[in-house]
């Protein structure tokens, strides 16, 4: 079992930048896929990046591709997500979550399947 802690959040102009942090408690946190889903008011949950257990693989939303960098330090139980080019559309809750895979195979579905979730952390992009 995993706990998810995100930081990071915060008020920031379009055109700017945020990273955040998701910070895992437990072991094995290698074995864990790890994913940021956003939620605006009134729209539903979205998955915006993933990353595999050993942090080869990464895949992203079209929205956020070539703008947000997914990343993780498995020696600090940590995964980033780098924001650059910020738009206001890009305010919403965002989410950490992680699902644990005992070998290095992964389901089609891997980006979007998780187990465990942290708590969110407000990002709000100003025009």
């Known amino acids: 079992q995993v706990q998810l802690v995100e930081s990071g959040g915060g008020l920031v102009q379009a055109g700017g930048s945020l990273r955040l942090s998701c910070a895992a408690s437990?072991?094995?946190?290698?074995?864990?896929?790890t994913g940021w889903f956003r939620q605006a008011p009134g729209k539903e949950r979205e998955l915006v990046a993933a990353i595999s257990g050993r942090g080869a693989i990464t895949y992203y939303a079209v929205s956020v591709k070539g703008r947000f960098t997914i990343s993780r330090d498995n020696a600090k139980n940590t995964v980033y997500l780098q924001m650059n080019s910020l738009k206001p559309e890009d305010t919403a809750v965002y989410y950490c979550?992680?699902?644990?895979?005992?070998?290095?195979?992964?389901?089609?579905?891997?980006?979007?399947?998780?187990?465990?979730w942290g708590q969110g952390t407000q990002v709000t992009v100003s025009s």
């Open positions: 979550a992680a699902r644990f895979y005992s070998g290095s195979t992964y389901p089609q579905n891997w980006p979007y399947e998780y187990d465990y």
């Open positions: 437990g072991r094995f946190f290698s074995n864990y896929v």
